[in-house]
């Protein structure tokens, strides 16, 4: 089975602290996509990355940025969180479209539910 | 982008009973893939259920069932004899075939099951 593992299921921070969200998968999917997820609002992308050092803009990126060195590996960072911020963060991997591999289903980790103090 | 639309935040059903929870999506794509996703409480967000655009025959996985209505642009996900365990949030997806490293997410529906 497909294993998305997010770093922590829930996080504690400050205001205006440089907060580090990690996620690994051991599928070696091309695609891993970063989610904000909040009542009412269902899943919203904030980034996603196709290949290594790649990234894309998804619908809500201001105040964050990603990061992926290795292909397994994709890391979302608050650079000076504020309580806006306070959410729960899902982390979710694919194989690359086009073609067959759209069929395939992304898979996703528990989640980290942060809280912005 | 492709906009996906669930218009029921909230349902509720009786244990046994079938309940149908409705999506609707917009492109003018004709290669696509649709997909369920169930998010049970404090739990990690699984697929129910997929759809292939060029597929007339509607998926179905054991006591879920999808109705596609390709020209209708709707998808909708029917659950038969509940259960407690279906209890959750449930996502409806969208991915393009030729341009779908994204997925397009709904806004989900919180489905209760009353014993």
């Known amino acids: 089975d497909v294993k998305v593992t997010q770093s922590s299921r829930y996080l504690v921070k400050r205001t205006g602290e440089k907060v580090f969200l990690e996620c690994v998968q051991d599928?070696?999917?091309?695609?891993m996509f970063w989610y904000r997820q909040d009542p009412g609002l269902g899943l919203r992308l904030i980034y996603f990355?196709?290949?290594?050092?790649?990234?894309e803009k998804g619908d809500i990126p201001e105040g964050y940025s990603v990061s992926r060195e290795k292909k397994e590996r994709f890391s979302l960072i608050l650079e000076s969180a504020s309580t806006n911020q306070t959410s729960m963060y899902l982390c979710?991997?694919?194989?690359?479209?086009?073609?067959?591999?759209?069929?395939?289903?992304?898979?996703f980790g528990d989640g980290t539910r942060l809280s912005i103090l | 982008a492709q906009t996906v639309t669930q218009s029921q935040p909230e349902m509720s059903v009786q244990e046994a009973e079938t309940v149908t929870l409705s999506c609707t999506y917009d492109?003018?794509?004709?290669?696509?893939?649709l997909f369920w996703y169930k998010q049970p409480p404090s739990r990690q967000m699984i697929l129910v259920i997929r759809?292939?655009?060029?597929?007339?025959q509607n998926a179905t996985e054991n006591r879920f069932s999808v109705n596609f209505q390709k020209a209708a642009k709707s998808f909708s996900l029917k659950i038969s004899d509940s259960q407690l365990g279906d209890a959750a949030m449930y996502f409806c997806?969208?991915?393009?075939?030729?341009?779908?490293?994204?997925?397009?997410f709904g806004t989900g529906t919180s489905l209760t099951v009353i014993p």
């Open positions: 979710a991997s694919s194989h690359l479209s086009p073609g067959q591999g759209a069929r395939q289903p992304q898979h």
């Open positions: 599928m070696d999917h091309e695609n």
């Open positions: 990355s196709y290949d290594v050092k790649m990234k």
């Open positions: 492109t003018s794509e004709s290669d696509y893939y």
């Open positions: 759809q292939e655009a060029y597929k007339q």
């Open positions: 997806a969208y991915r393009s075939t030729n341009t779908g490293n994204q997925f397009y």
